[in-house]
């Protein structure tokens, strides 16, 4: 179709909606926002009959890798230390895609202008797509790689494992509270225009450098429909500030979504970037180095400066401080650390680092060793059972962490950890922005306005709590990560599947008990509970 | 031919992880165990579905973690009247994923494209009497503000609501076959404006918006779109509307009068809209099906569908007696208003017949 054809018709198609006299559409979903009628394009000029045929030819080759990685034995190469990441990632990642799906029709419901209302119909599609052929993906993983245990949990996984809970923000985040909140800050502005680039972009091409070729087809593929979905992001934005009165609130929504998105995807993508390859060249960038381009240049000075010029105020404080925690604080460090510990209640193996690794880290993180290189010591002497408790139970010197309220990464940099009574309850947060996100933010009023459509934070927030005082063998069992014998664990701190004796199995780890921080924390009396967090604040964690 | 100096790649490593390089615990463990497929062997399907929308009926441990402010959280199954034992055990018999979906309308869009392409080579418009064109570029194009609004604003709003992913993605496809649908009517009458002389492509817009025999459509429509129950919504578009207006009009009208009038082309367009139609009415049957002989609930869904049919019924059959006059526009006209009417009837009877539903008492007034 020529590009006159494609204005002309796509001017046609703009002639499908109209104004409604009888009846109008339901409010189903509220937004503290407000949008007058204003005149926006459709920014991609997306037509359904060039749409369909276009996705098509794109899973036929998509398709097609996939058959070429069968025929060509793919799986010989792949690495165990990235594909038993990948049953985290990708136990996740499809859930906030189709939550994408069921997010737009909040933003059509919010937003009063049909030029903008077809572009979002097409987003839907997508989604549609990306999360089932991402559950594909899975599936031919769990089919052809050799250790299918955990991909074959994976959706029941994703909905009981604490690392799933995290990553379900990144999707529960786009579809509940304020419409404009969820679906066009939290999901368009910030997840899709900033941390897709590391999502999809800088973990496929770690994917590639380990062998594994189909992450990058099909993440490749969805990341080409994400380009149209950030600009229905951007003329929404740009819509929303045609009118004063939500600047007040656009800036709210920066700050939580920025520092959300930040504190979840970091953790998750920089720990499977990081600590998932086998890759270490030295001039290999390291995930600082990827966010570095990708976040801090591509998104925060290309796109979020620039809006500074229509007045509004966004987070410098937030970006600089969550370069801060990567590149200072070690906060990819510290998680990956956390998820190693947390092993027995993992669905997935997790390597040691070794001594490449630890020379790569040190080259690319200087002190790295001397903050983390002798707890990976300790995870490798103790990776097999028999003479030895999991590394969680042994005395390593690594206390482990409260959990974030907020954002439910635990509190890592110990020293930001905030304490705080609200709502009646002692709760933990990693940082003053996530004190703020629950404690502010999320509430019925902000700085004095009523905000009667935002949403709340909920559920049963500290994964811990659920099994405070358990034994560990039953949580496991409970949890479901228990291989086909009815014995061995799904999760092994190693990747050694050839001896069984190395293999973990429920007995190795009974009679742990298992405890909640915050439980605990609330048990305290005032004077405990204040000296408990200045040493919690105080402790380097670091093994002797 | 020499490296380039400096060049740095990863250096692929035989690692032998392939299935069956080792025997262990699961290491034959090969498919999604967390639900139970329909048959022996679960569909590709029910793998690529199931559960990516969890349930906190299900795995759900730590429950929904974002809240409305209402308190409201996920998917509540309070969003529909509707009750099930096991909202879990809808399948979409079309087994929609993303494969089927662009390969089914992505041959939908070539089949009328070639359609189009091949009644321009043969100056097919040219025999079209000018009542005809009329006909086309003012019924047949407010037909496509129909499809546009249940696409838009009914099916796409409602795939937010159901409780489970299966049900979400069957209404969200019944979303994207309206919006393509409506796209076909809009863009066939952009080719027929630039190919038949005299057509006016702006004519369906007023016909919509002001003509009196497309208020009570557009009325139909636009209260469907106020409709907050997905359930219903489903119900009121897909059993009671398609049937008594859709398929009267697409069906009983226009394909059956189309030929004696000289065109060949309008019936295969809307040929591709009763297509969509077909495939959407079938996961909506299952659906009301499921619910209707649900054991615990069955009785009162069907109490429930009572009344929603007999709210129904009659705004979709005043939208079906505005539209009558049409009937007598075309110059070849093969069959009358009642016969048409009574055959959607039928048709509407059928459909509820088959999933033991009592025929609204309004049907007949």
Same mark, same amino acid.
């Given at each position: 179709?020529?590009?006159?054809s494609? =204005?002309?018709?796509?001017?046609?198609? =703009?002639?499908?909606?109209?104004?409604?006299t009888f009846?109008t559409?339901?409010?189903?979903? /509220?937004?503290?926002?407000?949008?007058?009628? /204003?005149?926006?394009?459709?920014?991609?000029?997306?037509?359904?009959r060039?749409?369909?045929p276009?996705e098509?030819?794109?899973?036929?080759?998509? !398709?097609?890798a996939?058959?070429g990685?069968?025929?060509?034995?793919?799986?010989?190469?792949?690495?165990?230390?990235w594909?038993? @990441?990948q049953?985290?990632?990708?136990?996740?990642?499809?859930?906030?895609?189709?939550?994408?799906?069921?997010?737009?029709?909040? $933003?059509?419901?919010?937003?009063p202008?049909?030029?903008?209302?077809?572009?979002l119909?097409?987003?839907?599609?997508?989604?549609?797509?990306?999360s089932?052929?991402?559950?594909?993906?899975?599936?031919?993983?769990?089919?052809?790689?050799?250790?299918? $245990?955990?991909?074959?949990?994976?959706?029941?996984?994703?909905?009981?494992?604490?690392?799933?809970?995290?990553?379900?923000?990144?999707?529960?985040? *786009?579809?509940?509270?304020?419409?404009?909140?969820?679906?066009n800050?939290?999901?368009?502005?910030? %997840?899709?225009?900033?941390?897709t680039?590391?999502?999809?972009?800088?973990?496929?091409?770690? %994917?590639?450098?380990?062998?594994?070729?189909?992450?990058?087809?099909?993440?490749?593929?969805?990341?080409?429909?994400?380009?149209?979905?950030?600009?229905?992001?951007?003329?929404?934005?740009?819509?929303?500030l /045609?009118?004063?009165r939500?600047?007040?609130?656009? &800036?709210?929504?920066?700050?939580y979504?920025?520092?959300?998105?930040?504190?979840?995807?970091?953790?998750?993508?920089?720990?499977?970037?990081?600590?998932g390859?086998?890759?270490?060249r030295?001039?290999?960038d390291s995930?600082?180095?990827?966010?570095?381009?990708?976040?801090?240049?591509?998104?925060y000075?290309?796109?979020?400066?620039?809006?500074?010029?229509?007045?509004l105020?966004?987070?410098?404080?937030?970006?600089?401080?969550?370069?801060?925690?990567i590149?200072?604080?070690?906060y990819v460090?510290?998680?990956?650390?956390?998820?190693?510990?947390?092993?027995?209640?993992? *669905?997935?193996?997790?390597?040691?680092?070794?001594?490449?690794? !630890?020379?790569?880290f040190?080259?690319k993180?200087?002190?790295?060793? &001397?903050?983390?290189?002798?707890? @990976?010591?300790?995870?490798?002497?103790?990776?097999?059972?028999?003479?030895?408790?999991?590394? %969680?139970?042994?005395?390593?010197?690594?206390?482990?962490?409260?959990?974030?309220?907020?954002?439910?990464?635990?509190?890592?940099?110990?020293?930001?950890?905030?304490?705080?009574?609200?709502?009646?309850?002692?709760?933990?947060?990693?940082?003053?922005?996530?004190?703020?996100?629950?404690?502010?933010a999320?509430?019925?009023?902000?700085?004095?306005?009523?905000?009667?459509?935002?949403?709340r934070?909920? +559920?049963?927030?500290e994964?811990?709590?659920?099994?405070?005082?358990?034994?560990?063998?039953?949580?496991?069992?409970?949890?479901?990560?228990?291989?086909?014998?009815?014995?061995?664990?799904?999760?092994?701190?190693?990747?050694?599947?050839?001896?069984?004796?190395?293999?973990?199995?429920?007995?190795?780890?009974? +009679?742990?008990?298992?405890?909640?921080?915050?439980?605990?924390?609330?048990?305290?009396?005032?004077e405990?509970?204040?000296?408990h967090?200045?040493?919690y604040?105080?402790?380097?964690?670091?093994?002797? | 031919?020499?490296?380039?100096?400096?060049r740095?790649?990863?250096?692929?490593?035989?690692?032998?992880?392939?299935?069956?390089?080792?025997? !262990?615990p699961? #290491?034959?463990?090969?498919?999604?165990?967390?639900?139970?497929?329909?048959?022996?062997?679960a569909?590709?399907?029910?793998?690529v579905?199931?559960?990516?929308?969890?349930?906190?009926?299900?795995h759900?441990?730590? +429950?929904?973690?974002?809240g409305?402010?209402?308190?409201?959280?996920?998917?509540?199954?309070?969003? =529909?009247?509707?009750? #099930?034992?096991d909202?879990?055990?809808?399948?979409?018999?079309? &087994?929609?994923?993303?494969?089927?979906?662009?390969?089914?309308?992505?041959?939908?869009?070539?089949?009328?494209?070639?359609?189009?392409?091949?009644?321009?080579r043969a100056?097919?418009?040219?025999?079209?009497?000018?009542?005809?064109?009329?006909?086309?570029?003012?019924?047949?194009?407010?037909?496509?503000?129909?499809?546009? +609004?249940?696409?838009?604003?009914?099916f796409?709003?409602?795939?937010r609501?159901?409780?489970?992913?299966?049900?979400?993605?069957?209404?969200?496809?019944?979303?994207?076959?309206?919006?393509?649908?409506?796209?076909?009517?809009a863009?066939?009458?952009?080719?027929? #404006?630039?190919?038949?002389?005299?057509?006016?492509?702006?004519?369906?817009?007023?016909?919509?918006?002001?003509?009196?025999?497309?208020?009570?459509?557009?009325?139909?429509?636009?209260?469907?779109? =106020?409709?907050?129950? @997905?359930?219903? $919504?489903?119900?009121? %578009?897909n059993?009671?509307?398609?049937p008594?207006?859709?398929?009267?009009?697409?069906?009983?009208?226009?394909m059956?009068?189309?030929?004696?009038?000289?065109?060949?082309?309008?019936p295969?367009?809307?040929?591709?809209?009763?297509?969509?139609?077909?495939?959407d009415?079938?996961?909506?049957?299952a659906?009301f099906?499921?619910?209707?002989?649900?054991?615990?609930?069955?009785?009162?869904n069907?109490e429930?569908?009572?009344? @929603?049919?007999?709210?129904?019924?009659?705004?979709?059959?005043?939208?079906?007696?505005?539209?009558?006059?049409?009937?007598?526009?075309?110059? &070849?006209?093969?069959?009358?208003?009642?016969?048409?009417?009574d055959?959607?009837?039928e048709? *509407?009877?059928?459909?509820l017949?088959?999933?033991?539903?009592?025929e609204p008492?309004?049907?007949?007034?």
């Amino acid at each position: 179709m020529s590009r006159q054809s494609l =204005t002309k018709a796509h001017q046609k198609i =703009t002639e499908l909606s109209w104004e409604p006299t009888f009846a109008t559409p339901a409010t189903r979903f /509220a937004t503290d926002y407000t949008f007058e009628q /204003a005149p926006k394009k459709d920014p991609l000029k997306q037509i359904l009959r060039s749409y369909f045929p276009m996705e098509e030819e794109k899973d036929n080759r998509v !398709f097609g890798a996939m058959d070429g990685a069968i025929r060509g034995n793919m799986f010989r190469q792949v690495q165990q230390r990235w594909m038993e @990441w990948q049953k985290l990632f990708l136990s996740i990642i499809p859930f906030p895609e189709i939550s994408a799906a069921r997010a737009m029709p909040m $933003a059509i419901g919010a937003v009063p202008n049909p030029q903008i209302h077809n572009g979002l119909a097409v987003q839907m599609i997508d989604e549609v797509r990306h999360s089932t052929i991402q559950m594909n993906l899975k599936r031919l993983y769990m089919n052809h790689y050799i250790d299918p $245990a955990g991909f074959d949990i994976s959706e029941k996984a994703f909905a009981n494992c604490y690392a799933g809970t995290i990553g379900r923000q990144f999707g529960e985040g *786009f579809i509940t509270g304020d419409a404009i909140t969820a679906a066009n800050v939290y999901l368009t502005l910030v %997840a899709e225009t900033a941390f897709t680039n590391t999502l999809f972009v800088a973990m496929p091409s770690e %994917a590639a450098a380990n062998g594994d070729y189909l992450l990058p087809t099909v993440f490749h593929s969805v990341q080409s429909d994400e380009s149209r979905h950030i600009s229905n992001g951007y003329s929404i934005l740009l819509m929303a500030l /045609a009118d004063e009165r939500n600047r007040q609130l656009l &800036e709210r929504d920066l700050r939580y979504a920025w520092w959300n998105n930040h504190a979840v995807v970091d953790a998750a993508i920089g720990t499977f970037i990081e600590y998932g390859t086998k890759d270490r060249r030295r001039d290999r960038d390291s995930y600082a180095e990827m966010w570095r381009r990708w976040i801090y240049d591509d998104y925060y000075r290309s796109y979020l400066i620039p809006l500074e010029k229509y007045g509004l105020v966004i987070p410098h404080d937030l970006v600089e401080e969550a370069w801060n925690r990567i590149w200072n604080k070690g906060y990819v460090h510290r998680v990956a650390q956390f998820f190693a510990t947390g092993w027995p209640v993992n *669905f997935w193996r997790i390597d040691g680092m070794t001594d490449a690794d !630890f020379e790569w880290f040190e080259d690319k993180y200087p002190g790295w060793y &001397e903050q983390f290189g002798r707890w @990976w010591e300790a995870y490798n002497r103790l990776r097999h059972p028999g003479s030895n408790k999991p590394i %969680a139970f042994e005395d390593v010197g690594y206390e482990y962490p409260h959990r974030c309220w907020s954002c439910m990464v635990p509190c890592l940099i110990r020293e930001d950890m905030v304490a705080d009574e609200v709502d009646g309850q002692w709760r933990t947060y990693c940082s003053q922005t996530c004190h703020w996100t629950d404690k502010t933010a999320f509430r019925p009023t902000y700085e004095g306005r009523p905000t009667p459509s935002m949403g709340r934070l909920t +559920g049963e927030r500290e994964w811990e709590k659920l099994y405070h005082g358990w034994d560990l063998a039953d949580i496991i069992k409970e949890l479901g990560y228990v291989r086909d014998d009815g014995r061995t664990l799904v999760p092994q701190p190693h990747l050694d599947l050839d001896d069984p004796r190395k293999l973990w199995t429920l007995d190795d780890v009974r +009679g742990l008990t298992f405890n909640s921080p915050n439980t605990l924390l609330n048990e305290m009396t005032p004077e405990q509970r204040e000296a408990h967090l200045a040493a919690y604040r105080a402790n380097r964690n670091v093994t002797a | 031919m020499a490296t380039p100096t400096g060049r740095s790649f990863p250096h692929p490593e035989l690692t032998d992880a392939e299935a069956g390089a080792l025997t !262990f615990p699961s #290491s034959n463990s090969r498919t999604f165990n967390y639900f139970k497929p329909r048959k022996l062997r679960a569909s590709m399907y029910e793998d690529v579905t199931m559960d990516v929308q969890p349930d906190p009926g299900r795995h759900l441990t730590q +429950g929904w973690i974002y809240g409305f402010a209402n308190g409201e959280r996920g998917y509540p199954v309070e969003w =529909t009247a509707l009750r #099930s034992g096991d909202w879990h055990a809808f399948l979409d018999p079309n &087994e929609e994923w993303e494969q089927t979906i662009y390969r089914n309308n992505a041959g939908v869009v070539r089949q009328i494209g070639l359609n189009l392409d091949n009644a321009r080579r043969a100056g097919a418009y040219q025999t079209w009497p000018r009542s005809w064109a009329l006909f086309v570029e003012q019924h047949v194009g407010a037909w496509m503000h129909a499809e546009h +609004g249940l696409g838009m604003h009914v099916f796409i709003a409602a795939q937010r609501s159901a409780p489970t992913n299966m049900i979400n993605n069957a209404v969200a496809v019944n979303g994207a076959h309206k919006l393509r649908f409506a796209q076909d009517l809009a863009l066939y009458n952009l080719d027929l #404006s630039e190919a038949v002389p005299g057509f006016d492509g702006s004519a369906h817009r007023g016909a919509w918006q002001s003509e009196p025999v497309w208020q009570g459509v557009r009325e139909n429509v636009e209260r469907l779109t =106020t409709v907050e129950d @997905w359930g219903e $919504a489903v119900l009121a %578009a897909n059993l009671v509307f398609e049937p008594l207006v859709g398929e009267l009009f697409r069906s009983h009208l226009v394909m059956q009068i189309a030929a004696r009038n000289g065109d060949y082309t309008t019936p295969t367009i809307m040929g591709a809209g009763e297509y969509d139609y077909s495939r959407d009415l079938r996961y909506t049957r299952a659906l009301f099906a499921m619910l209707l002989k649900d054991e615990k609930h069955g009785r009162a869904n069907a109490e429930v569908a009572g009344e @929603w049919l007999a709210r129904w019924t009659p705004v979709s059959l005043a939208a079906v007696r505005r539209l009558q006059p049409i009937w007598s526009q075309p110059p &070849e006209r093969v069959l009358s208003f009642e016969d048409s009417l009574d055959r959607a009837k039928e048709r *509407f009877r059928g459909l509820l017949s088959d999933l033991g539903l009592d025929e609204p008492k309004e049907l007949e007034r």
